[in-house]
C-alpha cells in the first residue's frame, strides 16, 4: 500500500515536473535565470491569460494600445520604424520601446532601469499618459465586466477573482516564454553548423571589441553603461540618473541585447540611428567623455571589417521567434469574446 | 512493547501541555489613532490654527510592516505576513490583531513605517500589497510607504494643496524607518499620531509637493516616523 503511495507522489511530482519543464526550457550553456519562478509557477492557463492581456487594449484609457502596439511580434517585440513609439491619441513618447526577449533573466527594465522586477513592468506603460494613460484599478473594474476575462482568471486561478497580483504575474508568465535561442549564432555554438568565414570574421571581431558589455550568450551584460552618445538636448534624458540621483550614472543606459537586432531598429534608447550602420560608425569614431565607460574603446572599424561585423550581427536572428504562433495574437480568445 | 510506548508518548504529551499551560496566550491589538494636534483627525475637515491658519487633510495612508514583539532585546513575537495598509478613510484598517501573544511578556513593539526592500524588489503582491491600492510607484518602482494630501493656507502650492508621497528604498535614498515603542501590559495598545506636528516640521511655504524618492523623502519619513507614541498606562 506504502509502496504503491509512493509510486503515486513520484509520478505526480513527475508530471508536474515535465509540465514545468515545457513551459519553461532553460537554454543549454545559459546562465541560471534571475526570475524567481517559485513564486509565480508557470501554467498554461496563466501563460495563456497574460497572452490575452499583452494583446488586448483594454489595457489603454480608451482601448486603441495594446502591449503589442509598440511590442510587435514580427520585429523581436519592439516598435519598428520608430526613433520614439508613440502611444495614446498619437502621443510620442521619450524613447525608442526596447525589444522583449529573454526577460527571465534582466533584473531591471526600462532603459534607466527605473522598474525593480517583471511582475510590476506592466505598470509603467499603463500609467504613463502618453502611453496607455490608464489605472491599473480602471482596468480591473473593466475586465471584471467583461464576458472574457472572469472565466480565464478562473481557469488561471481556480475563481473568478481579478486583483492586480493575478493580473500582473500572468503577464509576467506571458513575457517569460519569449526565449529566443534559436538564432544561426546558437546552432553553430550547439555544432549544428557553421559559421561562413565572413561570419566567423565578424564574430571574432565581436568577441574582441563588444563582448564585454553585449555578453554572450545573451549578449548583454545587464549593466548600465555610457556608450558616448551625446544628449539629445530636446529630450535632455539622463537616464539611470533619474533613478539613482547619482551624478556618476548620468547618461548611462542599461546595455540591450543584440538578439534579432536585424529586426529592432531603429537603435539605441532614443532610435537615433536607423542602420547598423550608423552604430558601428558611432563606435568607431567614439571618444572617451565623462561617464563614458572604461570598457569603451575606439574602435577604428574598417568599411570591410564593419561588413564582417554586420555579417556576424545577422546570426543572431531567431526566424522561429518572429514567428512562433505561440506568442501571437490569441485569435482563439478574442474571436469567442466578439461572439457574446 | 507498544504498551509501552505509547504510555511513554501520553506523558510526553501531558508534559508538553503542562508546559503550554504555564505560558498563557492572548490576543492583543495595536490600535493607530492619528490626531490633529489633541483632536482625533477627522479626514476633509477644516482645522483652524494658531495664527488663524488653516488646515485640512484629505488622503492620510500609511504602510506598517514586519510588527515584532520584544522582551528588553530578544524577540517574543513575530507577525506573519506583516504587511499593513493604514488608512485614515478605512477604520478596520487602523487596527492590527497581534494573536497568541505571550501574555505579560512583551516590553516593547517594534515595527517598520515601509515595506523592506527586499519585498519591494520581489514582483507583485496581493493583499495590502497588490498594485491597486495606489501606494505603488508606477513609473519607478517601490512603493509610496506614507501618503498624505490635503490643502494648508501655509501653503503655496496650487490651491494651497500639499501633497507627500513618501518612499524610496534604493541606497542612498532608503526612507524605511524602524519604530520602536514601549508595549503596555493592556491588551488594546494605543499608538498616538500627531499628524499636525509632522506637518510643522515642513516649510510648506517652499515644499509643498513631494512625490519622488530622495533626500527630503528620507527627511519627512524621519520626522513622521517620529510622531509615533504610546500612551503608557
Not at chain 1, 509510486?7 to 537554454?27: M, S, T
Not at chain 1, 534579432?260 to 532610435?271: K, Q, V
Not at chain 2, 495595536?30 to 479626514?43: A, C, E, I, K, W
Request: hydrophobic fraction near 35%.
Amino acid at each position: 500500500m506504502k509502496r504503491i503511495l509512493l509510486l503515486g507522489i513520484i509520478a505526480f511530482l513527475a508530471l508536474v515536473a515535465f509540465r514545468n519543464d515545457e513551459n519553461f526550457k532553460v537554454p543549454n550553456g545559459w546562465p541560471k535565470p534571475h526570475y524567481d519562478f517559485s513564486k509565480n509557477p508557470p501554467s498554461r492557463a496563466k501563460i495563456e491569460l497574460g497572452r490575452a492581456l499583452f494583446y488586448d487594449p483594454i489595457l489603454s484609457r480608451n482601448s486603441t494600445i495594446s502591449c503589442a502596439s509598440c511590442h510587435s511580434q514580427y520585429t523581436a517585440f519592439t516598435h519598428v520604424d520608430h526613433a520614439l513609439s508613440h502611444g495614446i491619441d498619437d502621443r510620442i513618447g521619450t524613447r525608442n520601446s526596447p525589444a522583449l526577449m529573454n526577460l527571465a533573466w534582466s533584473k531591471d527594465f526600462m532603459w534607466d532601469g527605473a522598474v525593480n522586477h517583471l511582475d510590476m513592468q506592466a505598470l509603467a506603460p499603463m500609467s504613463n499618459p502618453l502611453e496607455m494613460d490608464e489605472t491599473i484599478s480602471h482596468v480591473i473594474h473593466k475586465l471584471s465586466q467583461t464576458s472574457l476575462y472572469p472565466s480565464i482568471f478562473r481557469a488561471a486561478y481556480g475563481d473568478t477573482t481579478i486583483t492586480g497580483e493575478r493580473m500582473l504575474k500572468a503577464m509576467s508568465q506571458f513575457m517569460l516564454t519569449l526565449v529566443s535561442a534559436h538564432s544561426k549564432y546558437d546552432s553553430v555554438q550547439l555544432g549544428q553548423t557553421h559559421f561562413t568565414a565572413q561570419e566567423q570574421n565578424g564574430y571574432h571581431l565581436f568577441q574582441d571589441k563588444c563582448n564585454s558589455c553585449h555578453t554572450e550568450p545573451l549578449f548583454t551584460n545587464y549593466q548600465f553603461e555610457n556608450n558616448g552618445l551625446p544628449l539629445d538636448t530636446s529630450l535632455m534624458d539622463y537616464g539611470r540618473m533619474s533613478v539613482t540621483k547619482q551624478a556618476s550614472d548620468s547618461l548611462k543606459f542599461k546595455v540591450p541585447t543584440l538578439r534579432n537586432i536585424e529586426f529592432s531598429y531603429p537603435y539605441m534608447h532614443d532610435g537615433r540611428f536607423k542602420r547598423l550602420r550608423d552604430v558601428l560608425k558611432h563606435y568607431t569614431t567614439i571618444r572617451q567623455s565623462g561617464t563614458a565607460s572604461n570598457k569603451l574603446q575606439p574602435m577604428n572599424f574598417t568599411s570591410n571589417e564593419m561588413v564582417d561585423l554586420t555579417a556576424f550581427l545577422l546570426t543572431l536572428t531567431d526566424k522561429t521567434y518572429l514567428f512562433d504562433t505561440a506568442y501571437s495574437y490569441p485569435k482563439y480568445l478574442f474571436s469567442t469574446q466578439a461572439k457574446d | 512493547m507498544l504498551f509501552l510506548k505509547s504510555i511513554v508518548v501520553m506523558l510526553l504529551l501531558l508534559c508538553l501541555s503542562a508546559a503550554n499551560a504555564q505560558q498563557e496566550r492572548s490576543d492583543f491589538q495595536l490600535n493607530f489613532l492619528p490626531f490633529v494636534g489633541s483632536v482625533p483627525l477627522q479626514l476633509d475637515t477644516i482645522y483652524t490654527l494658531d495664527n488663524n491658519q488653516t488646515i485640512e487633510f484629505s488622503t492620510v495612508k500609511w504602510y506598517i510592516s514586519g510588527v515584532e514583539v520584544l522582551r528588553n532585546d530578544s524577540i517574543i513575537f513575530t507577525k506573519k505576513n506583516s504587511y499593513h495598509l493604514l488608512d485614515a478613510s478605512n477604520e478596520p484598517s487602523l487596527h492590527i490583531l497581534l494573536a497568541q501573544l505571550p501574555a505579560g511578556q512583551g516590553t516593547h513593539v517594534r515595527f517598520y513605517l515601509g515595506i523592506d526592500s527586499a519585498t519591494t524588489t520581489s514582483g507583485a503582491f496581493g493583499g495590502d500589497l497588490d498594485p491597486t491600492r495606489g501606494m505603488f510607484w508606477t513609473w519607478q518602482s517601490g512603493y509610496i510607504h506614507t501618503k498624505i494630501e490635503g490643502k494648508c493656507s501655509r501653503s503655496r502650492g496650487r490651491n494651497r494643496e500639499f501633497e507627500f508621497h513618501l518612499g524610496g528604498y534604493r541606497s542612498p535614498f532608503n526612507s524605511l524607518q524602524t519604530i520602536t515603542l514601549p508595549f503596555p501590559s493592556s491588551r488594546e495598545v494605543i499608538v498616538k499620531m500627531d499628524v499636525l506636528k509632522w506637518i510643522n516640521s515642513i516649510d510648506l511655504a517652499s515644499v509643498h509637493h513631494i512625490m519622488s524618492p530622495g533626500e527630503q523623502a528620507v527627511f519627512l519619513s524621519q520626522q513622521f516616523s517620529s510622531i509615533f507614541r504610546v500612551e503608557a498606562r
